[in-house]
């Protein structure tokens, strides 16, 4: 109940984190063996990110991308390339497209993307090609990793994967939309209405410990009267 009560902790703080994936903590179950019947027992498993998508909003701004579907946007960090949703672009006076962080955007072949500050209007297509002036100058690249991969949070609203993602082929499915930005996949009367589950089921517990201690203390003082 505490580890999920950090998760909810973590998903309200970012329910305006634009990109941001939510938490979540599996529960699973082992079976016993060592009688005649096999018992079940409930064990917490393995936290994990959630990947639904969240909802894309209209800011109307040319260097705001949201993607669609199952598709990540990649950066280049530090610590290797990480993949995110959050859109917001960047152009520094060098002509290097740059996250809020800081870091490079790639294109779909693992570089950092580079567009003239002075070459006029963008428009970026479904496909995340970029153009100005009708005239194709860089591509943004859009990512699918491995259902089995691990992920990891990283700065921001990115995650780092142990398994390398691979350039969408499918842009009906994982494209961009221009002037877009994805929010948070986390819906916070949802979290909410689990953190009061939280409180209440504390409030059992509590209790429960402090039946059996009542009924501890009885037994003690009723087995001493008795000596």
């Known amino acids: 109940m505490t580890r999920r009560l950090d998760s909810l902790a973590s998903n309200l703080a970012n329910a305006n984190t634009t990109g941001f994936l939510g938490d979540g903590l599996k529960f699973d179950s082992v079976l016993s063996a060592t009688g005649a019947t096999n018992v079940a027992f409930p064990i917490a498993g393995a936290d994990y990110i959630s990947l639904a998508p969240g909802a894309a909003h209209r800011t ?23 993949y995110t949703r959050d859109g917001r672009l960047f152009v520094d006076p060098a002509g290097e497209v740059r996250s809020v962080n800081g870091y490079p955007f790639l294109d779909s072949g693992g570089a950092p993307m580079n567009i003239d500050p002075s070459g006029g209007e963008i428009s970026i297509a479904v496909d995340g090609s970029v153009h100005q002036r009708g005239k194709a100058v860089a591509s ?16 921001n609203s990115a995650v780092l994967s142990d398994r390398e993602a691979t350039p969408a082929g499918n842009f009906a499915k994982n494209g961009l939309m221009q002037g877009y930005l994805q929010r948070s996949n986390i819906d916070p009367l949802t979290e909410m209405s689990r953190l009061i589950e939280i409180q209440r089921a504390f409030d059992h517990i509590s209790a429960c410990l402090s039946m059996t201690d009542n ?9 001493g009267s008795q000596a």
């Open 60 to 82: 109307g701004n040319p260097l705001d991308v949201a993607v669609r579907g199952e598709g990540w946007l990649s950066v280049m960090t530090p610590d290797g390339p990480a």
């Open 140 to 155: 943004i690249g859009i990512f699918t990793l491995d259902a089995a991969a691990r992920l990891r949070r990283y700065d």
């Open 215 to 223: 009924a501890q203390q009885d037994s003690i003082r009723s087995l």
